[in-house]
């Protein structure tokens, strides 16, 4: 084609319009994506630890993101007046004000339980509500498939304290629950096994419970143990029924059986490498 001024004049307007208008729609687009956080949240104080580094590197991982978070513990919703907490739907609704068109959500459960399924649900009926937000994608929690049970074995046990001996225990306490996910901690159990035999997975509130990983250690032998949460906070339930002094706690239990008991005080969020897992779980769902 020739080229006449007419055109041109075309040519010139069209990429004015172009630089005019993508930076413009750019800057738009990016101001309707948020990450939402989703945990169970937590009373105490000091297992917050947990929530603020997995919020540092979910700000590494997406910089720039407007990033989140939703409790999905009622009770704890509006126990502090100074530092009020959202449900999921009440962080949803307001995103949806603020214009946030694109929700990705990183589920910060361990199994999908019944609080994953819950969120689930929140998740799909929030979706596509009219001014509402249109798209909500949901993360896996940190157990959800073979392969991701077999990583998180292999993690646990790189995260095990350097001095830790191979006949010494450690062992998992999860929450544990009634749900058909339950079926999770032994997977998780197996896959341990199969790189470590003295590595342990219990539940408070499920199985395997105390007296069946009692039952194990002492079939094995056990002096020593090396007791951890396996929750993604180490809060109420790693203070009192795992750590506490009451008699019925893992730990006096286990001493009262004549084992030595070592205490990590740390939630799975205060664990980098298993932070890296969910961090992942959110990346597969934002792009
Ligand atoms: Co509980």
Redesign the pocket.
């Known amino acids: 084609m020739r080229k006449t001024p007419k055109n041109m004049l075309r040519t010139l307007c069209l990429i004015l319009l172009m630089l005019w208008t993508c930076p413009a729609l750019a800057a738009q687009a990016e101001t309707k994506e948020a990450i939402l956080l989703v945990a169970f949240g937590t009373s105490v104080q000091k297992a917050q630890t947990s929530y603020a580094n997995v919020e540092k590197q979910v700000r590494t991982a997406f910089p720039g993101k407007e990033i989140r978070w939703a409790w999905t513990a009622n009770s704890l919703l509006n126990a502090d007046p100074k530092s009020p907490r959202f449900s999921v739907q009440e962080a949803l609704a307001k995103l949806a004000t603020e214009g946030v068109r694109k929700v990705s959500i990183l589920s910060l459960h361990v199994i999908p339980g019944s609080e994953y399924s819950n969120l689930a649900r929140t998740a799909r009926a929030f979706e596509g509500l009219p001014k509402g937000v249109e798209e909500i994608r949901l993360s896996q929690p940190l157990l959800y498939d073979t392969d991701s049970v077999s990583k998180v074995a292999q993690l646990l046990i790189q995260s095990a304290p350097k001095e830790r001996k191979p006949d010494e225990a450690l062992v998992f306490v999860g929450?544990g629950t009634h749900h058909t996910a339950g079926v999770y901690y032994p997977a998780l159990q197996y896959y341990l096994h199969t790189r470590d035999k003295n590595v342990f997975v219990g539940t408070?509130?499920g199985s395997p419970d105390l007296e069946a990983v009692l039952k194990t250690l002492k079939a094995n032998a056990i002096r020593k143990v090396w007791l951890a949460p396996l929750m993604t906070v180490a809060g109420?339930?790693a203070v009192n029924d795992l750590f506490g002094p009451e008699k019925d706690s893992w730990k006096q239990i286990f001493v009262a059986n004549g084992m030595q008991v070592e205490i990590i005080g740390k939630g799975l969020g205060e664990y980098p490498i298993l932070v890296e897992q969910w961090v992942q779980n959110l990346k597969s769902v934002v792009n």
């Open positions: 929450h408070v509130e109420d339930h």
